[in-house]
């Protein structure tokens, strides 16, 4: 009984040493302290010491005959492989977790392939250059929205022919060349039109001319003084407006209108000025005023829709074969 108790203890401590090491990760079946002949108590100096100690003694170069050789190699190759990982201090401290439960396989596995898989790249490079390609294509999309807008106007006979009343009144379809007047391209002409209709035609909104100051990067790096505004335009709201009751400004009105609505400033900044007009003459930044004139442009939509040819034929449609009709063969 008692030489039964003695053999099961001596499996014991076998398998809990073989549960510690796990083939294909660190150093397989051998401890890699072991392997480079220092306790896990080493300094990294004296870790580093025994390396090239060990190094020196088994490089291939040093040994003669296939043999001898492949075995140096061999060995050369389980040096490095435990000095790679006891070398580096996040590594070291994985092996030794494995070490010390050796219960957890998957969690070890998952450490070691992790830190092997991942790239070794600086998170903080990684940032700035999605900052930095994030802002370009920010920036390229407001120009390319700018020229098509432009396009847009070119086309339209309205701000055409404006432009080229403004063009005839300044002269700049001719060039005077030795007393002569000198036929300009229609390639040439339109440039001039299309430069006409920039510098006189004031777009606002999402296709407004883009500025730098509103890409990623610089709304990032004056965040900190954005933050500081806001927070000065907050209290000076409430001061002026809610404990001394002052009278909005014009501007103030349309902020609160443009709440409502619930717009963004792109959006609301493109809003036609017969509407802006009409937004002030109702006093819209009125709660009350807001609901009555808010019910209406519900009804006139409604209205509109009724009356128009084409929602007609769709009800239609919709009420005979739309979705979730059912219907049953008599055949």
Known sequence: MKLRTIILVVINLVTLVNAQLLDGIYCGKE??????GVTREAA???????????????HPDLHRGAEAKEVAEENFKRIA????????EEARQDYDYMLDNPDEYYAHYYRYYRRRVAPKVDVRLVIVVTLTVISAIQYYSGWQRYDTAITYFMTKPKYRNRALDIAKQEGLFNDEKKGRKHKMSKEEQELIIKKIIEDKMDIKGAY??????????????IFPYTLVKYIYWYISWIWRHTICKQHYSEEEKLYIIRKYLKMGQHQFDS???????????RE??????????????????????????????????MKNHGVGRMTFDDS
């Open 271 to 281: 809003q036609e000025d017969h509407k802006i007009d009409e937004f002030l003459r």
């Open 81 to 88: 492989n435990a000095y790679e990982i006891l070398k580096d």
């Open 31 to 36: 401890n890699c302290y072991d392997v480079l």
């Open 208 to 221: 407004a001319k883009p500025s730098i100051m509103d890409i990623l990067w610089i709304q990032l790096i």
């Open 44 to 58: 990294k100096s004296e870790i580093s010491k025994n390396y090239r100690k060990l190094a020196k003694q088994f």
């Open 284 to 317: 819209l930044w009125i709660k009350e005023n807001f609901d009555v004139w808010f019910k209406e442009e519900e009804e006139n939509a409604k209205k509109q829709l009724a009356e128009n040819n084409r929602y007609k034929q769709y009800r239609r449609y």
